[in-house]
C-alpha cells in the first residue's frame, strides 16, 4: 500500500482530474461494486492492451484498468472521455499507481483537498512540467462516484503564469532605467530584455574594441553590444529561459498607424529589428551632441584618428568646453574663417569617431575604412551644420558657439576665385530638413543610408558588397522610422523626399572639392591637413 504522499505525488505530477462515471445498467452498478470489495491498483496515463499491459500514454483517451486479485474473469475495464490537459513530458516513460479499494482510497487522499483542483503549469523555463495548486478547474469526484463540475477548461499556462512585479522605482540590473518586470529572471527594462532575447536567438557574436571595459548605462548602452551582453549574463540573465518554440522575433500584435488610417500593420520580425537600429542610431547621436561640446584631443593625422578609441564612449573623461555648452545663445556673431576651420575640424573628428560605432565597419580593414570616411566626412560636417542651425529664418545658418553665415556670405569668408556654397546649403538641404520636420531619429538613420556607400572610391570589392548590404538595412530602417510615425502614404513621400536630396548633397560637396582645389592652387587660405586628407578624395 502506498502512503498518502504517494497519492498527493500522483494527483499532482500528473494534474489531472479522475472522474467516476455514474453507471446507468444494474449490470454495470452490480459488477463495479462487485469489483469494489477486492484490493485494485489504478492506473491512470498509460493505455491497455487486451491483456491488461501498460504501454504508451494516452492523450486524449484515458483508460483505467481495476487489476483484481481474483482471477482473469474478474477483470473490469471502464473507458472515460476527458478534456485533454497538458501531455505529460516525453521523458517520463513511467507511470504512478496508488493501490486499495476504490472508494476508501479516494476518500482517504482526497478528502482533505476538498473544491481546490490541482492544475497544471507548463514551465516557461524549462521543458519539465511544474505543478502548484489552484482553486479553479472542476471539482472532485465524491466518494460514491457522483461526477463534479466538468465545465471548467483547462487554463493555458500563459494565463496560469503569475508574473513577479518590480517594487515602484526598481532599476534595470544592466544599463540602470527604469525596471518594466523581472524577465529572465533579472529585474531588467524592455530594452535590455529585447536585446538578451534577440542576441540568443539570433545566435549573435560581437567583439569590443576596448576589450571589454565599456560602460553600460541607459545613455550608451547600445554603444557597445558585446559589453552590454555580457553584463546581461553577469547580472544573472538566464538564456534557457528564452522560449524558441514562440516567435523567433517578437509578438505580431498588430499596431494602429498614427496618421489616423484605418489600415493595421503588422509588427513583423524586420519591423523589430530595424527598431533595434533605430534606437541604437539615435543613442549613438546624443553621444556625437554631447563630444561636440567637449575639448577633442589632437591626432597627427587621418590614420591616428581612425586606429585611436572612440572618444563617444569616453564623454565624461573629456573636459567640456565652456564656450560650446549654451544651445540657446544671448548674441550672435558674424562667423570668420577661423571660426569654420575649426568646425570643420571638429565635425570631421566626430566624423570619424561615430564610424567607428558600426559593427561592419570595424570588421573592414583599415584602407576600406579610411575610404568611407573621406567619402562621407564633409557630408557629415554639411549635414550637421544645417540639421542643428538653431532656426534664425531661411537666410542664416548658425554655429553652436554663436557665429553665423549669411545667404550672401560676409566679407571674412569670401575668397577669390571659389564659389559660394552657402546659398545652396541653405536652399537645397536646411529648408528642406525644415519643411520635412525631420527629427532626430530619422537625421541620424538618413546619415547612415549616406555613409554606407558602396559606390565609394577606393573600396575594394569585398568591401563594396557588405557596405551595399548595411546600406539596405539602414533604408529600411529608415522607412520604417518614418512609416511608424507618419503611416504608409505620408512616409512613403517623406521618405522619397528625403532620397531625392541625396543628388543634391553630392553636387554640394563636389563643388566643396572644387573650392578646395582652387584654395591649394592660389593659396589664398591654408587648409588644415586633416581636413585635407579628408576631403581631397583625388589629391
Known amino acids: 500500500m502506498r502512503t498518502r504522499d504517494s497519492a498527493h505525488s500522483f494527483v499532482r505530477d500528473h494534474a489531472s482530474t479522475v472522474i467516476f462515471e455514474e453507471t446507468q445498467t444494474e449490470r454495470r452498478e452490480s459488477s463495479l461494486s462487485k469489483v469494489l470489495?477486492?484490493?485494485?491498483?489504478?492506473?491512470?496515463?498509460?493505455?491497455?492492451?487486451?491483456?491488461?499491459?501498460?504501454?504508451?500514454?494516452?492523450?486524449?483517451?484515458?483508460?483505467?484498468?481495476?487489476?483484481?486479485?481474483?482471477?482473469?474473469?474478474?477483470?473490469?475495464?471502464?473507458?472515460?472521455?476527458?478534456?485533454?490537459?497538458?501531455?505529460?513530458?516525453?521523458q517520463m516513460h513511467m507511470f504512478y499507481s496508488m493501490s486499495g479499494t476504490l472508494a476508501d482510497q479516494l476518500q482517504s487522499h482526497l478528502a482533505n483537498y476538498g473544491q481546490p483542483i490541482i492544475n497544471a503549469q507548463r514551465s516557461a523555463n524549462s521543458d519539465e512540467s511544474s505543478m502548484y495548486i489552484n482553486g479553479s478547474g472542476a471539482s472532485v469526484s465524491n466518494s460514491n462516484g457522483s461526477m463534479g463540475n466538468n465545465d471548467q477548461k483547462f487554463p493555458s499556462y500563459k494565463r496560469m503564469a503569475q508574473r513577479r512585479k518590480v517594487p515602484e522605482g526598481e532599476l534595470?540590473?544592466?544599463?540602470?532605467?527604469?525596471?518594466?518586470?523581472?524577465?529572465?529572471g533579472v529585474a531588467s527594462c524592455?530594452?535590455?530584455?529585447?536585446?538578451?532575447?534577440?542576441?540568443?536567438?539570433?545566435?549573435?557574436?560581437?567583439?569590443?574594441?576596448?576589450?571589454?571595459?565599456?560602460?553600460?548605462?541607459?545613455?550608451?548602452?547600445?554603444?557597445?553590444?558585446?559589453?552590454?551582453?555580457?553584463?546581461?549574463?553577469l547580472v544573472g540573465m538566464d538564456a534557457k529561459?528564452?522560449?524558441?518554440?514562440?516567435?523567433?522575433?517578437?509578438?505580431?500584435?498588430?499596431?494602429?498607424?498614427?496618421?489616423?488610417?484605418?489600415?493595421?500593420?503588422?509588427?513583423?520580425?524586420?519591423?523589430?529589428?530595424?527598431?533595434?537600429?533605430?534606437?541604437?542610431?539615435?543613442?549613438?547621436?546624443?553621444?556625437?551632441?554631447e563630444l561636440r561640446r567637449c575639448i577633442i584631443p589632437e591626432v597627427t593625422g587621418v590614420t591616428h584618428a581612425l586606429t585611436s578609441p572612440c572618444l563617444l564612449f569616453e564623454t565624461t573623461e573629456l573636459k567640456v568646453d565652456v564656450s560650446l555648452t549654451n544651445t540657446i545663445f544671448k548674441e550672435l556673431y558674424p562667423a570668420s574663417m577661423n571660426d569654420i576651420r575649426m568646425w570643420n575640424i571638429r565635425e570631421m573628428r566626430i566624423c570619424i569617431e561615430w564610424a567607428k560605432t558600426f559593427d561592419v565597419y570595424?570588421?573592414?580593414?583599415?584602407?576600406?575604412?579610411?575610404?568611407?570616411?573621406?567619402?562621407?566626412?564633409?557630408a557629415f560636417n554639411l549635414l550637421n551644420r544645417v540639421f542643428y542651425s538653431p532656426d534664425h529664418g531661411p537666410d542664416k545658418i548658425v554655429f553652436?558657439?554663436?557665429?553665423?553665415?549669411?545667404?550672401?556670405?560676409?566679407?571674412?569668408?569670401?575668397?577669390?576665385?571659389?564659389?559660394?556654397?552657402?546659398?545652396?546649403?541653405?536652399?537645397?538641404?536646411?529648408?528642406?530638413f525644415r519643411n520635412l520636420q525631420l527629427n532626430v531619429t530619422e537625421f541620424a538613420t538618413f546619415k547612415a543610408t549616406l555613409f554606407f556607400n558602396p559606390d565609394a572610391l577606393d573600396l575594394s570589392p569585398t568591401a563594396k558588397q557588405e557596405v551595399f548590404e548595411e546600406r539596405n538595412k539602414y533604408l529600411?530602417?529608415?522607412?520604417?522610422c518614418i512609416s511608424q510615425k507618419l503611416g504608409i502614404p505620408a512616409g512613403v513621400q517623406k521618405y522619397g523626399s528625403l532620397l531625392m536630396m541625396t543628388a543634391s548633397i553630392q553636387n554640394i560637396l563636389a563643388q566643396n572639392e572644387e573650392n578646395m582645389q582652387v584654395m591649394e592652387l592660389f593659396k589664398n587660405w591654408e587648409v588644415d591637413p586633416f581636413v585635407k586628407e579628408l576631403c581631397m578624395k583625388r589629391a
Not at 534595470?172 to 529572465?184: E, F, I, K, P, Q
Not at 529585447?194 to 565599456?214: L, W
Not at 496618421?259 to 543613442?283: K, N
Open 37 to 90: 470489495s477486492t484490493p485494485t491498483t489504478i492506473i491512470a496515463h498509460q493505455r491497455l492492451t487486451e491483456d491488461g499491459v501498460c504501454f504508451a500514454p494516452a492523450s486524449s483517451n484515458y483508460h483505467y484498468s481495476r487489476r483484481a486479485t481474483s482471477p482473469p474473469q474478474t477483470v473490469h475495464r471502464s473507458k472515460h472521455q476527458f478534456p485533454v490537459p497538458p501531455p505529460p513530458p516525453p
Open 476 to 480: 529600411g530602417a529608415l522607412f520604417t
Open 362 to 378: 570595424q570588421r573592414l580593414n583599415l584602407f576600406d575604412q579610411f575610404a568611407l570616411v573621406r567619402n562621407f566626412a564633409f
Open 400 to 432: 553652436q558657439n554663436g557665429a553665423f553665415i549669411m545667404r550672401q556670405p560676409q566679407q571674412q569668408v569670401q575668397l577669390s576665385g571659389c564659389r559660394p556654397i552657402y546659398t545652396r546649403q541653405m536652399d537645397e538641404i536646411m529648408i528642406p
Open 172 to 184: 534595470c540590473a544592466v544599463c540602470s532605467d527604469l525596471a518594466t518586470g523581472y524577465h529572465y
Open 241 to 289: 529561459a528564452i522560449q524558441n518554440d514562440r516567435d523567433r522575433i517578437g509578438p505580431t500584435k498588430k499596431v494602429k498607424m498614427s496618421s489616423g488610417s484605418d489600415d493595421e500593420q503588422a509588427t513583423t520580425p524586420h519591423r523589430l529589428q530595424d527598431q533595434d537600429v533605430i534606437d541604437q542610431l539615435t543613442q549613438v547621436e546624443g553621444l556625437c551632441q
Open 190 to 233: 524592455n530594452g535590455c530584455k529585447t536585446f538578451f532575447r534577440r542576441t540568443i536567438v539570433s545566435e549573435q557574436t560581437f567583439i569590443c574594441q576596448y576589450n571589454g571595459n565599456c560602460d553600460v548605462n541607459k545613455n550608451i548602452r547600445c554603444a557597445c553590444r558585446h559589453c552590454r551582453f555580457n553584463k546581461c549574463l
